[in-house]
């Protein structure tokens, strides 16, 4: 039987995959939404998957990997000020701003609002692939350390 501090790991990596699934996904479906007639039957649908989307799946594990990851850095016992540490930390930080600004943009397109187009939806969509990699170069080579 694995200890508890490895049944931890677990569910950080797990909530963090979930997580990082809706943060990949959620843009892309703000591609299609953009592009459909606002109050249609196909922007209605969009509606409904992007709020269950945030709801079922994102928000629970965002909430899930942020305090996992805690309880895995203070048990762990690492030391904050390391260089590896607070770039993690920086980049995990701006993965919370970017779940943050999707959420803005849920609310936009529930009110049939279309402040952006596609293609800034398809840009968008490439930040938390840019953020993820910084992350597990941070945690897996420990630059700087």
Known sequence: MADWFSWL?????????AWM??????????????DVSPGGEASELFKVMERRLLAAIMR????ASLLSGVLLFIVGQFEFLQ???LGKLAAVLLLCVYHGALE???????RDERVR???YF??????????????????VIKPLQ
Do not use: C, M, Q
């Open 21 to 34: 699934a809706g943060l990949f996904y959620l843009p892309r479906l703000f591609v299609y939404h953009r």
């Open 9 to 17: 790991k677990v569910i950080h990596i797990v909530s963090v995959v």
């Open 83 to 85: 260089v590896w540490v």
């Open 60 to 63: 629970p594990a965002a909430v």
């Open 104 to 110: 803005g943009y849920v609310r936009r397109f529930a």
């Open 122 to 139: 398809r840009i968008l969509n490439e930040v938390p692939t840019l953020l993820l990699i910084i992350i597990v170069v941070f945690i």
């Open 117 to 119: 187009d596609s293609r």
